[in-house]
Every structure is written in structure tokens, then in C-alpha cells.
């Protein structure tokens, strides 16, 4: 089936600009999660819903940065008033059920530059 | 919370040597281990994960231990080739509970020469 899809792949903002990042989760996965990867770096967690519900945004850089999942699918992720240090790409993973060790499956990341 | 170093950054093996890549983690209820395979532009793969309950998997040339004790676990990879060229980042899931992130390592980068 259809792995974890993200769009846009690329994104090129103007500081000040409000970007939204969008993550489409593979069907029927409980838990969607949130990193920011930035270049040379490992995946550093931003935010976790089960189903429709945020459950962990610990990892939200500042109050510029916000996630939805409304109906507990595609999740969009949303950053205001863009800082060049925001540039990074974001990857979006899911899992199947709402157990902590259960795979965690990734998107191919948005890369967002913000110039 | 829990941090995970890992090391070394870089890696350059001959094309059938051995490669072993060690971190370890401070939170002792941490209790999931896997480890990704990121190629460049391209998005981490899990390639083998080992959970707490077990000290080593193995999955055809790739195995992974894990010293609960020390609080350390190693992935080895034999037998290289140069598609196994790559960074490869461990990752521990924070605390036990339902949901919590996995937190990773720097990454490993991986070079492997024919």
C-alpha cells in the first residue's frame, strides 16, 4: 500500500511568511508524529497525536509552530512568521497502533528554507 | 529526558569488512531500540529495531545487541557492500509510555569503497 506522503516536497519562504506543511499518514495508523531534521543532524521530535488528539507538542520550538490532525488523518503542520532557523526538513512518520515500540514509518520530509 | 549519543560520525569500511556503529542512552526505562537508514534526500528506513526484553536480533547481515546494564547498544553490519552506503541513526523511544517520540542519535555516516 501507499507509504506516509508529505507536500509540498520543497518550500522556499520569505522571512515573515506563514508556510503549512502537510502529512498524509498511511491508512488507518493510530499515532502520527512530528520531527525537524536539520542539516547533519538527527530527526529531533516536535509533536505526537494518537488519532485526532496532540498528546505531546514538548518539542515545539516556540508559539510561531502549530499542528492540527482534525479528523485524526492528514495532519498539518504550521509555522508562523518564519526565522531563518527554521529552515530544516520536516518529517512526518506514523504507527499503527497507539503502542510506543511500534514501527514508526517516515514521509520523505519537507524542506523548508527560509532565505 | 532521554539522550543518545552516538558515534563515530563517519565510517569508511572496504566493501566486505565489518562495521559496527555503538550509542548509548540515559534513560533506563527506555525500551525500544531501532535503528534508520537514511540515503541522501531520501527518508529514514527502519533496517532493524530490538526491544529491551532481548540482548541481540539478527536479520541477515545486520545484527544489534543490547547491554541493558551499561545502558548501550551497537549495530554491526557485515559483510558490507556499497549500497549499505548511507547514515544510519539509532534512535531510543523516551520513558515506556504509549506514544512518547523517539529521540535519536547524530547519525552515523557510512561509506563503504568497492
Known amino acids: 500500500g501507499a507509504g506516509v506522503s508529505q507536500s509540498p516536497r520543497y518550500k522556499v519562504a520569505k522571512r515573515g511568511q506563514d508556510v503549512a506543511l502537510r502529512c498524509d499518514p498511511i491508512s488507518g495508523h493510530v499515532s502520527l508524529f512530528w520531527y525537524q531534521q536539520a542539516l547533519g543532524q538527527g530527526p529531533e521530535f516536535l509533536t505526537y497525536?494518537?488519532?485526532?488528539?496532540?498528546?505531546?507538542k514538548s518539542g515545539l520550538p516556540s508559539d510561531r509552530f502549530f499542528a492540527e490532525r482534525p479528523e485524526g488523518s492528514v495532519s498539518t503542520l504550521k509555522i508562523q512568521r518564519t526565522q531563518q532557523e527554521d529552515s530544516a526538513v520536516y518529517l512526518c512518520?506514523?504507527?499503527?497502533?497507539?503502542?510506543?515500540?511500534?514501527?514508526?514509518?517516515f514521509g520523505p520530509g519537507t524542506r523548508l528554507t527560509v532565505l | 529526558g532521554e539522550n543518545v549519543e552516538q558515534h563515530p560520525s563517519t565510517l569508511s569500511v572496504q566493501e566486505g569488512d565489518s562495521a559496527v556503529i555503538k550509542c548509548t542512552y540515559s534513560d533506563s526505562a527506555s525500551n525500544y531500540f531501532p535503528w534508520y537508514k537514511q540515503e541522501l534526500g531520501k527518508r529514514p528506513q527502519l533496517i532493524i529495531d530490538?526491544?529491551?526484553?532481548?540482548g541481540e536480533k539478527k536479520d541477515q547481515r545486520i545484527a544489534v545487541t543490547l547491554n541493558k546494564t551499561a545502558k548501550h547498544f551497537s549495530l554491526h553490519i557485515t559483510e558490507t557492500q556499497p549500497e549499505d552506503s548511507a547514515v544510519y541513526f539509532c534512535?531510543?523511544?523516551?520513558?515506556?509510555?504509549?506514544?512518547?517520540?523517539?529521540?535519536f542519535g547524530k547519525g552515523t555516516t557510512l561509506s563503504v569503497s568497492s
Open positions: 534512535a531510543a523511544r523516551e520513558g515506556n509510555q504509549a506514544g512518547t517520540a523517539l529521540i
Open positions: 530490538i526491544r529491551s526484553n532481548v
Open positions: 497525536f494518537q488519532n485526532e488528539a496532540q498528546l505531546d
Open positions: 512518520a506514523s504507527s499503527a497502533r497507539g503502542l510506543a515500540d511500534n514501527e514508526q514509518f
